[in-house]
């Protein structure tokens, strides 16, 4: 989901100190990893950022609702059009198998355990 581009140091610091707000999030995990399950409603794929680097999973997302034309709302109950939110990984889970998708507003983040931390069965010898 990332778009590739790099934020230069600057402008990243920037980004991360204006106001934002802080979707609710859902960690569920099992023996073969944990699913992250974040509510981002207003937010289509194209305004997501999901990003891991190093220890760290990173959710940027910006509100994109749409108001008809000629139509301003006259009550508004967030203000902010942006969601924020870090997560630092244990090291029993694997950042490189990453896989998210976005369906209605919510955010569905898997990432498995690495293999050194996978259960495994050991077969027993008979002698």
């Known amino acids: 989901m990332s778009n590739n581009v790099a934020t230069p140091p600057a402008e990243a610091a920037a980004a991360r100190q204006e106001p934002s707000l802080l979707p609710p ?7 073969a990893g944990i699913t992250l399950y974040a509510d981002l409603p207003g937010v289509p794929k194209d305004k997501l950022n999901l990003r891991v680097e190093g220890d760290t999973l990173s959710i940027d997302a910006e509100v ?3 108001v008809p034309q000629g139509m ?4 508004a109950e967030v203000q ?4 924020r939110r870090a997560f630092t990984l244990s090291k029993e889970l694997d950042p490189g198998k990453v896989a998210a998708d976005l369906s ?3 955010l569905r983040v898997r990432i498995p ?15």
């Open 113 to 127: 355990k690495a293999e050194h931390a996978q259960p495994r069965r050991i077969q027993i010898q008979v002698s």
């Open 104 to 106: 209605n507003g919510v």
């Open 80 to 83: 902010l059009a942006r969601y």
């Open 64 to 66: 994109a609702l749409a």
């Open 25 to 31: 999030v859902d960690v569920i995990e099992d023996a």
């Open 72 to 75: 301003e709302p006259t009550h």
